[in-house]
């Protein structure tokens, strides 16, 4: 069992910064995949990135390439999400998740998933 603790989200103007981060208990994080998704209201969770269980292979939306970088952090048990150059249309809760399998992150049916901050960027 993996408990997922996202914090780091906020209130952010149009082209700055923020670094939500994921805190996993219960497993290590060297035998997880993890991912970030994000859902806007009145919208379909969507996958952000993605990251393997080594941290060697990263996946990322096309909307966010370029901009956002997915990190691990296996000592500490945490994982990162560096978003830079915010867009209004980045404003959503985003949710950690946590699978053995990068594909069944990637495919957005991971095992686990963290309970969601909200990232909100202003125009």
């Known amino acids: 069992q993996v408990q997922l603790i996202e914090s780091g989200g906020g209130l952010v103007q149009a082209g700055g910064s923020l670094r939500p981060s994921c805190a996993a208990s219960?497993?290590?994080?060297?035998?997880?995949?993890m991912g970030w998704f994000r859902q806007a209201s009145g919208k379909e969770r969507e996958f952000v990135a993605a990251?393997?269980?080594?941290?060697?292979?990263?996946y990322y939306a096309d909307s966010v390439k370029g901009r956002f970088t997915i990190s691990k952090d296996n000592a500490k048990n945490t994982v990162y999400l560096q978003m830079n150059s915010l867009k209004p249309e980045d404003t959503a809760v985003h949710f950690c998740?946590?699978?053995?399998?990068?594909?069944?992150?990637?495919?957005?049916?991971?095992?686990?998933w963290g309970q969601g901050t909200q990232v909100t960027v202003s125009g």
């Open positions: 998740a946590a699978d053995p399998k990068v594909a069944s992150v990637v495919a957005g049916t991971p095992e686990y």
């Open positions: 219960g497993r290590t994080l060297m035998t997880y995949a």
């Open positions: 990251i393997s269980r080594t941290g060697g292979s990263t």
